[in-house]
């Protein structure tokens, strides 16, 4: 999404708030891929159903989209594709016939630089300074070499000089002026979550490709030299989380990133690092299942799966960011609390985070970060004796010191039999239950860390939006609309950032103000409605219920909201 | 402190079946390990799941103790977290090559610093004694009553093509010649494999400590240098009436470790306590 980036980019260091997302199908090359780029002089969190300029470099891209069209949408074209004409719209966009292959010829470049002739194109239309564009088609391309820049401006260029020269009445017609408050960054959420682990001091993951994780491995693998960190590429997710699980048990932070399907190969890891209680952070992109689904459009159908998986009962944390920012600060979280809990944390994340770009002020990501390591054996504090009980049960949270392999006098065996204290195999029945209990207890304790659900709009609001994830952005943007109002009835939202071990109490109180509770998820069965209910006892009858792949926009929400119960 | 068997002591018996060939390999563990003075603290062992894993017990080291066919992928984040750490895979047949098959191709491929001693006996005794990857035509065990009827594997050779740069076989018979491979074993910089063949005295009545006796015979020095993969695979194609055992393929070739950069000054794992420095990397995104 080179062009997207660079647009965002653009508007972003001007001082606009911008998001952008993808859509394409499943295929290296061809098949209908779009950008959508969203520019506001507010703080924006998810797109709307409808489009300003449609920048049509087939004539597909408009038979698909023209719906999305409003009365005085410029849809730009290039008329060798299709000549459209007024007649050809149900609507009355503007038409701007702009000769974008003729622009590529005169330049003598390859077809793809049709991509930057748009983009100089939009930026024309929005009627901002070509230097804007400049700057950053400069920073982007200055890798690949003087040569690289130098052409993709003369692309950009031709196109803006077209707007300028031909299309002087559509200039500026689109976009307020704002200015630059802070340096704000655009970055994807699968960046984000890269720029979190990194800050909170990991060291190894292994990742085996899949959608929509891969801007993880590439950020890493492109990093890894000068962050000092290593990221394996592993035969297959079970190696993935295998080689994890060494890593943490060496003594790094560690962690794993996959989709649906590579999770459900990581199932039988994962209840290994429950039972040798090593610390793991798991990113999991969700995307459409089941199977292999639609590997690249979005979905939240995980949820149940990560609490449930793995044979036999051991503790875990869900973490579930609604955005990049959120992506950043969670994974910090998540790797604090593997280390001190000393056990599997999930990121659940989807497609649509994890590939959306969104901008985030640089700030953001510049606080220091106190590594807390958790319980660690001390080697000063280690008999010689051959004493040390890695799995001690003298601990009312269910968590004892750790060694790692070479250290003086911590030798004990990480076993995945059940085992006593110093891990040798045991099936003795009382220490069955006392190990059982140990690793159970750490449910109990995490209760201090639980993050309570969050609330926009206000508490004593009658009526009550659900969300968890990614949900969260299209429906804060419906209801900002409204000013969290409908029908004179106040609205709030109640969104779970924090999924598991669930918090009870805190949902039981905010959820039970509510006359009307609308749960919202991307998946077909509502599965965080299903937790609310097997913790809480709340039954929420409506559900808003989306599953064809596509996020949600707006307006589908105020549908909902809106409708009468 | 001097190394010794007795270093490794931990109060457990073993619970192997009398005669067993997992003592021999048990032994020669120890003796190499005092050899190389890698002691308790100093080093990691990790164990599949099989009659062999079942040695952490009464083998006191660093152990991690893994799921069925996982001991390699685990070794090799351990060792990649810590690359001055000694790590040491004890796996067997079905472990290996059955349910690990592809993780054992992708290790050799990629040459991590660890050696993995194979406990091959080609059946599963922990299961009472159905085929392993290795069974050999033929062979009646519970899962093939009539005869193993597939082609079996070859640990050798399998290790050979896939890229390993040290590969040998002993005998857990010959606890001496066994130690002695050991330590060039784990010598080695890369992935070694040693393969040990080894009666399964309980589900295995066909090879015997005197069936392989009478067969088996060791690469001398003198007609045989294992430097030439070609002829590495035809020897260790050899079985029947004579079957080879020693190095059959040994090379140096820069490892796992070696071709990370992050590594170059010093194991991850003294980078524990820090966070990472983003302060050069976020104007990218700007």
Known sequence: MSSGTILARAFSRAGYCVFATNEYPSLIRGGHNIVTVRIATREIHALEGVVDILMALNQETVDLHKQELHDGSIVVFDPKDYDWQASDFSNKPVLVPVPLRGLVEQGAGEPVMRNTIALGVTVGLLGVDFILVESVIHDQFTKKGDEVVRRNLAFARSGYDFVKTNLPALQGCHIAPTTKKEDVLVLSGSEAVGLGAVRAGMRFAAIYPMTPINSLITFLADHAKELRIVYKQPEDEIAGINMAIGASIAGVRSMVATSGGGFALMVEGLSLAGMVEAPLVIDLGMRVGPATGMPTWTEQGELQFVIHAGHGEFPRVVLAPADAAEAYTLTIEAFQLADKYQVPVFLLTDKYINESQWCVPKTHFQGDVLLDRGKIAQTEALASDVSFSRYSLGNDDGISPRSFPGQKHGQYFANSYEHNEVGHVSEEPMNRKAMVQKRLKKLSAMSRDILPPSVYGDPEAGVTCVTWGSTRGPVLEALERVGFAVGGTRVNVVHFSWIYPFPAAQAAALLSKSTRIIDVEQNATGQLSSLIREHTGILIQEKLLKYDGRPFFPEEILDKVQSVK | ?286
């Open chain 2, 1 to 286: 402190m001097t190394i010794t068997a007795d270093s490794f002591k931990t109060g457990y018996l073993p619970t192997w079946c009398p005669g067993c060939g997992d003592y021999g390999i048990w032994m020669s563990l120890k003796n190499a390990l005092g050899e190389l003075s890698i002691g308790p603290d100093d080093g990691l062992i990790v164990y599949g799941i099989g009659c062999h894993g079942n040695m952490y017990d009464w083998m006191r080291t660093y152990g991690f103790i893994g799921l069925h066919g996982r001991a390699l992928p685990v070794a090799q984040g351990a060792k990649l977290a810590n690359h001055r750490l000694p790590v040491i895979v004890v796996s067997g047949d079905g472990d290996c090559l059955g349910e690990g098959g592809n993780h054992f191709i992708h290790a050799a491929k990629r040459n991590p610093d660890i050696n993995v001693i194979i406990h091959d006996n080609q059946v599963y005794g922990l299961t009472t004694g159905q085929a392993s990857p290795t069974a050999k035509a033929g062979f009646k065990t519970k899962s093939t009553p009539e005869g193993v009827v597939d082609e079996p594997m070859n640990p050798l050779t399998l290790a050979i093509v896939s890229g390993a740069t040290f590969v040998a076989r002993g005998f857990a018979g010959d606890p001496l010649g066994l130690t002695k491979l050991m330590v060039e074993a784990v010598r080695h910089k890369g992935f070694s494999v040693l393969d040990v063949l080894q009666p399964c005295v309980t589900f295995d009545k066909v090879h015997t400590y005197g069936w392989y006796r009478s067969r088996l015979y060791s690469l001398s020095a003198s007609d045989y240098a294992p430097t030439d993969k070609l002829r590495a695979l035809t020897k260790a194609v050899e079985w029947g009436d004579h079957i080879p055992v020693g190095i059959f393929y040994r090379e140096e070739k820069p490892t796992s470790e070696d071709r990370e950069p992050a590594l170059a000054e010093g194991p991850l794992v003294s980078q524990r306590e820090s966070q990472g420095n983003l302060d050069s990397l976020l104007e990218e995104f700007q």
